[in-house]
């Protein structure tokens, strides 16, 4: 019965994944995990010291992380979810920097307008982020394993799965078998719940980051006075009601406003939208942002950039392209 159930979720997965794009998944090593095992760096933070998990480091020291990994992104790989390859993204991060800081206007060649409030560590780059832990307990020659797997929404930062940790039985086995023993313990459980997720994100809308900003020479900002319906308002107050509008039942969460940002987080919304030929289609975040663009070169003559980040997450530059 149980495999029956595991084989509808998916091919309802199956069915839903032609009507909306799917989630990229990561698999990564939680946090507490990484902090136990002495696997953090710091870095300064205009003064402040920080400390964040060093998974390069992780992965290259530890085999039995690098196992579990794999075993859940086997499991993902069933169910048809597309998988990030963390040793693939840590190397592709080391650009994300020297990307951002040359990311200019076109036209005028002006920097990104960001004060040091409104600078975000921007290392997700995938939309379900797996956490996953392991502690060993030693008993004689007995091993038993404790393992923690929790998948959250990496835009919104909601949790999209957990299960209860399981403790494997006390044996000889190798640290690496246990573990998969553990994972294989939860991955009907912890599938479907991510498969939940994926359902109710197509009925609701997705849970997604929409982050406005300005070129640093944009001549309107969002506490500029526009004329909405005969009446005058903040541009930031008139794109928060185009919000309304255009998200799934009018949630969105407005975490940040400015002169220089708008930070809708999260916000429900679409799955799918209308393509140029007017025919429906998946869409994501920045799908639903260029319509935002359009509407606002149409009603103010405002131009702007869209800048994709993810399935859940795009930001939309003001004052050019």
Not at 155 to 163: D, F, I, L
Not at 188 to 206: L, M, N, P, V
Request: negative net charge.
């Amino acid at each position: 019965m149980k495999r029956l159930l595991v084989l509808a979720a998916l091919f309802a997965s199956l069915s839903l994944g032609a009507q909306m794009k799917r989630p990229t998944i990561m698999v990564v090593p939680a946090d507490v995990w990484c902090n136990d095992n002495g696997y953090m760096v710091s870095y300064d933070d205009m003064g402040t010291t920080r400390w964040v998990p060093d998974y390069k480091v992780a992965l290259q020291s530890n085999s039995e992380m690098r196992s579990a990994i794999a075993s859940i992104g086997n499991i993902m790989a069933d169910y048809d979810f597309p998988l990030k390859n963390l040793e693939a993204e840590l190397r592709r991060l080391q650009n994300e920097e020297a990307e951002m800081s040359v990311t200019t206007s076109k036209e005028s060649f002006a920097m990104l307008a960001e004060s040091p409030v409104d600078r975000l560590r921007r290392t997700a780059q995938c939309d379900i982020i797996i956490n996953i832990a392991s502690r060993k307990i030693h008993n004689g020659p007995f091993t038993q394993v404790v393992f923690n797997i929790t998948a959250i929404d990496a835009y919104s930062s909601m949790e999209v799965a957990a299960c209860p940790p399981v403790q494997t039985e006390a044996t000889d086995a190798p640290v690496e078998i246990l573990l998969d023993r553990a994972v294989q313990d939860v991955k009907s459980t912890f599938a479907s719940k991510i498969q939940k997720y994926f359902e109710d994100t197509y009925t609701k809308g997705r849970n997604a980051r929409i982050l406005l900003k300005r070129w640093e020479d944009a001549f309107v900002d969002f506490e500029s006075e526009v004329t909405y319906r005969d009446q005058e308002a903040e541009l930031g107050e008139v794109i928060q009601v185009w919000m309304n509008d255009n998200c799934v039942g009018g949630q969105f969460n407005l975490i940040n406003a400015t002169d220089n940002t708008l930070d809708f987080n999260p916000a429900r919304i679409p799955v799918r939208g209308k393509n140029l030929a007017g025919k429906e289609v998946p869409i994501d975040a920045a799908g639903f942002v260029r319509n935002l663009s359009k509407w606002l070169k149409s009603q103010y003559g405002i131009e702007s950039r869209v800048l994709p980040k993810g399935l859940g997450e795009a930001w939309l530059v003001i004052g050019g392209k």
